[in-house]
């Protein structure tokens, strides 16, 4: 058994904890008034860095105050500098794992987002019942901090080639 929480404001947040509840798995809303004692698995969905610095070290303090936490899933788009620089800021014991969404929001309510992830390949291998409830598709990156690497990357060849489209629109125009 995954003894799990979640934890963020992310938009995804709320759909998750419904998801794994619906699929009858065990998840403590951590959110809400469940307690975080004996949590295993952590699954962190902060909307900025902000968010992520008050929950890991901060007022909520996740990172040092779980001596049961195992794993520590990222998932949410943040800076893939700040996302790197974790792994020297975490306790050792507790492996990471940066799972990034692709997707809009309705993809994400519907199940169809895929998760980019990072981290090792046999940790990854033991949440595959957690991610497969979550996401159709999953997309293996590399070590922690690639899957957050990537998806800055996708996110900046969106916006330019949305971009590169209006251009082309206000050029055809007179055309």
């Not at 963020?8 to 975080?36: C, K, W, Y």
Request: proline share 6%; net charge negative.
């Amino acid at each position: 058994m995954i003894y799990l929480g979640i934890s963020g404001t992310h938009i995804s947040a709320q759909t998750f904890l419904a998801a794994l509840r619906a699929n009858e798995m065990s998840v403590r809303d951590l959110n809400g008034p469940d307690d975080a004692a004996g949590i295993e698995t952590l699954l962190l969905t902060p909307r900025d860095v902000m968010e992520s610095e008050r929950l890991l070290f901060e007022d909520e303090a996740y990172a040092r105050r779980l001596p049961s936490l195992k794993v520590l899933i990222l998932s949410g788009t943040l800076s893939p500098r700040y996302v790197r620089a974790l792994r020297d800021r975490v306790p050792a014991r507790i492996e990471m794992i940066d799972a990034p969404l692709v997707g809009a929001p309705r993809a994400v309510a519907s199940g169809q987002a895929t998760f980019l992830l990072g981290g090792r390949p046999d940790v990854i291998d033991s949440l595959q019942p957690l991610f497969s409830i979550l996401s159709r598709n999953q997309t293996r990156m590399g070590e922690f901090g690639t899957a957050m690497a990537a998806k800055a990357l996708q996110d900046c060849i969106t916006a330019a080639s949305s971009a590169m489209a209006r251009s082309a629109l206000d050029w055809a125009e007179p055309q």
